[in-house]
């Protein structure tokens, strides 16, 4: 059995930055891709960024290009998440996700999530 726990959360004024973290236990072997989702209230769950294994192969979701970075650090079996120029629409509960079923948006284990709140 996997489990994710996600850290970083937080209250962060307009234009501020955070970096949320995802630790994996359980099997994470060669094909556990990871992710980030997001999902805001009264709206469905999206998928943020994913990272292969290897970590060379990315997606982003085209309202974070160029403000969010996924990458990872398979030896500590965590995902991170660096967000800058947060803006109150980033504001939502975000999650991890680990193995891939579709890439990018399908992932079969989940994290409990963490809430980031953008405000002024």
């Known amino acids: 059995q996997v489990q994710l726990v996600e850290s970083g959360g937080g209250l962060v004024q307009i234009g501020g930055s955070l970096r949320l973290s995802c630790a994996a236990s359980?099997?994470?072997?060669?094909?556990?891709?990871m992710g980030w989702f997001r999902q805001a209230p009264g709206k469905e769950r999206d998928v943020v960024a994913a990272?292969?294994?290897?970590?060379?192969?990315?997606y982003y979701a085209e309202s974070v290009k160029g403000r969010f970075t996924i990458s990872r650090e398979n030896s500590k079996n965590t995902v991170y998440l660096q967000m800058h120029s947060l803006k109150p629409e980033d504001t939502a509960v975000y999650y991890c996700?680990?193995?891939?079923?579709?890439?990018?948006?399908?992932?079969?284990?989940w994290g409990q999530g963490t809430q980031v709140t953008v405000s002024s």
């Open positions: 996700a680990g193995e891939i079923l579709r890439w990018p948006t399908r992932f079969t284990y």
């Open positions: 359980g099997r994470t072997d060669s094909t556990f891709g």
């Open positions: 990272i292969n294994y290897k970590g060379d192969s990315t």
